[in-house]
């Protein structure tokens, strides 16, 4: 099998290539994965949806996809839809008040869930009732949303969730 890709998703305000995508490139680039981000700056959820859908149906490789907030949200979406072998979520925007019923079920793939416990944008508790409804390994750290300040705890965390999915699983 070849090595698989890894697609960034940015969140509502955020941009294709921010300090988090910027830091993680790094260590997915370090064990040999190709590395891509798309740009959904000023497009509302369901276009961004179909711009990764139209994305990702472009590669031949296995896909690793990586999402914040309503990035998480559009990568689960997504994730039925293309070969995916794992999803990296950071404070993904699951069961937002008003918009429960568009959570998505994620493909059957290894999923792991970073979210800060004093988040004020997205409730931690929605990470937690998404991680146990999906079994996804769900790790709490002292953050908050952009969950920038602990990045380096966020790198090892992927770089870990790499290694897990190169040695399959």
């Known amino acids: 099998m070849s090595l698989p890709s890894v697609i960034f998703s940015h969140g509502l305000d955020g941009e294709p290539w921010g300090t988090k995508f910027v830091a993680l490139a790094e260590v997915a680039k370090g064990q040999g994965l190709r590395v891509e981000s798309v740009d959904y700056r000023g497009m509302e959820a369901p276009a961004r949806v179909e711009k990764l859908l139209g994305f990702a149906k472009g590669f031949t490789r296995p896909l690793i996809l990586v999402g914040s907030s309503l990035g998480g949200h559009v990568a689960a979406t997504v994730s ?7 999803m990296f979520l950071m404070a993904p925007a699951f069961f937002m008040p ?7 079920v994620p493909a059957a793939c290894p999923i792991e869930i970073v979210h800060g416990w004093n988040d004020d944008v997205v409730p931690v508790q929605n990470s937690i009732r998404f991680a146990q409804q999906y079994r996804a390994t769900l790790h709490l750290i002292d953050s908050d949303h952009r969950l920038t300040a602990n990045l380096g705890e966020i790198c090892d965390l992927f770089g870990i969730f790499l290694k897990r999915i190169a040695d399959g699983g």
């Open 80 to 86: 039925q839809l293309v070969p995916t072998h794992g």
């Open 98 to 104: 008003g918009y429960e019923q568009y959570t998505p």
